[in-house]
């Protein structure tokens, strides 16, 4: 009787362990370094709001974010990776400065965003708790969710000159629903391997986490009557 299947199946074994030991190993770091960047996010929105950042620096800083998003992702196989991350979560903090500014200069604006930051990680914590647990494969919602957030930002351009109310909840709310499935769809890509990098990891966790509590906030701000 031969071997051979013994050995292969042997190394099968291996390779699996192998596999889980990576996954795990990917999770730690994409966790530990989204805290680490939201923390640093946090600091960073604290100066603008102290310093008094106005709208238009917002943008700007924004627009700064978005290109050193590219940074980040050429970057991230490389040492520099880690300090161009820190760069982009840095500036993206700034640039959200102006609006939690307007959102605190309200009555109610400390709970607010309170409440949107409660709600936030318990979305972001339950959604990945389910992931986790299930590691159920949700990479079929891929598609779907690109379109979506397609839609939704060509809706957002739109509303601009527009500017409707109705819509702009809307968009929102579409956006709340979007970002939850994305941290289930990126996730899941982590748990099942399909992203190996831990820096482009946080990238896609960290823009999940920004826009739902941005648009969580504005959310609550409306049906609270804070953002009349």
Request: hydrophobic share 55%; glycine share 10%.
């Amino acid at each position: 009787m031969s071997d051979k299947p013994v050995y292969a199946a042997k190394t099968d074994t291996f390779g699996a362990q192998a596999s889980v030991l990576d996954t795990n190993k990917v999770l730690k770091n994409t966790y530990m370094l989204l805290g680490m960047t939201l923390a640093f996010s946090a600091m960073t929105a604290g100066i603008a709001i102290a310093v008094g950042i106005p709208p238009m620096g917002g943008l700007l800083l924004m627009l700064v974010g978005f290109g050193l998003l590219f940074v980040v992702n050429r970057m991230a196989d490389t040492a520099k990776g880690l300090p161009a991350i820190f760069a982009f979560t840095g500036v993206m903090g700034a640039a959200l400065g102006p609006t939690l500014s307007y959102y605190l200069s309200m009555t109610n604006g400390p709970q607010l965003v309170l409440q949107a930051l409660g709600g936030t990680a318990i979305v972001f914590f339950g959604l990945s708790a389910y992931a986790l647990t299930t590691r159920k494969d949700f990479s079929y919602m891929g598609g779907f969710l690109m379109v979506g957030l397609l839609v939704a930002i060509v809706a957002a351009i739109a509303n601009i000159f527009l500017a409707i109310p109705a819509l702009s909840l809307t968009i929102s709310s579409a956006i709340v629903l979007i970002m939850s499935g994305l941290i289930l769809f990126d996730t899941s890509r982590i748990v099942n391997g399909g992203e190996t990098n831990y820096i482009r990891a946080t990238v896609s966790l960290y823009l999940n986490v920004y826009n739902l509590f941005i648009h969580l906030l504005h959310l609550l701000a409306a049906f609270t009557g804070g953002d009349d």
